[in-house]
């Protein structure tokens, strides 16, 4: 398998909305789901945070990991932005193919 989840908060629905549609567009990503009104609890700086966050969860391809996570952190706003990429172990069939349809950088599979 090829398919990944990639993991990514975001402080508020504008900049998670900008970076969702940016991934797709450009094919890093195949989907990207919002999961608003979480709560991160997080040291930083030496104080504990606590921040209401927009979670994104995005499908893409392993191929695609070092671009993606490149233009991930071009485009967020945060100084250390969460990345986190999870292998997809199994799934189903015509949905990962899917995805390596929607994130190949050629032409041909648009």
Known sequence: MNAIVVFCTCPDEASAS???QILVEERL??????MPGMTSTY???GAIHNDGEVLLLIKSV?????ALRARIVTLHPH??????AVDIASGHA?????IAAQ???????R
């Open 18 to 20: 900008r970076l969702a």
């Open 43 to 45: 040291r930083w700086k």
């Open 94 to 98: 015509p949905y990962l193919d899917w």
């Open 103 to 109: 994130t190949a950088s050629d032409a041909s599979s």
């Open 29 to 34: 990503a195949a989907c990207v789901n919002r």
């Open 79 to 84: 100084e250390l932005p969460e990345v986190i």
């Open 62 to 66: 392993r191929d695609r990991f070092e």
